[in-house]
């Protein structure tokens, strides 16, 4: 995630990126340090990156639910399916 953080800044020319990143899951929601483990490590990784990340309840539920919804509009754009 570092990485891709990190390419996304070189890609727009940017000498430092502030973005936000959705994350999912119990071992974050839970875990009593975890997520300042996760900043810490990132912030080693790409040090010109500065991510915030934001808890996504039910995500996998609502990301299935968007591409289902795009994906039958696309069908009845271009009569696919």
């Known amino acids: 995630m570092a990485a891709v953080v990190d390419k996304i800044r070189e ?3 940017l000498d430092h990126l502030e973005i936000n990143v959705g994350v999912h899951g119990t071992l974050y ?3 009593p ?4 483990i996760l900043k810490d490590t990132v912030r ?3 040090p010109n990156c500065k991510m915030d990340f934001i808890l996504s309840e ?3 539920g609502k990301g299935a639910a968007l591409i ?5 509009q696309c069908k009845d754009k271009q009569g696919l399916y």
């Open 29 to 31: 929601k839970l875990h």
């Open 58 to 60: 039910n995500g996998s």
């Open 68 to 72: 289902t919804a795009v994906a039958w």
């Open 33 to 36: 340090h975890f997520s300042t």
């Open 44 to 46: 080693q990784l790409a």
């Open 11 to 13: 890609n727009h020319g």
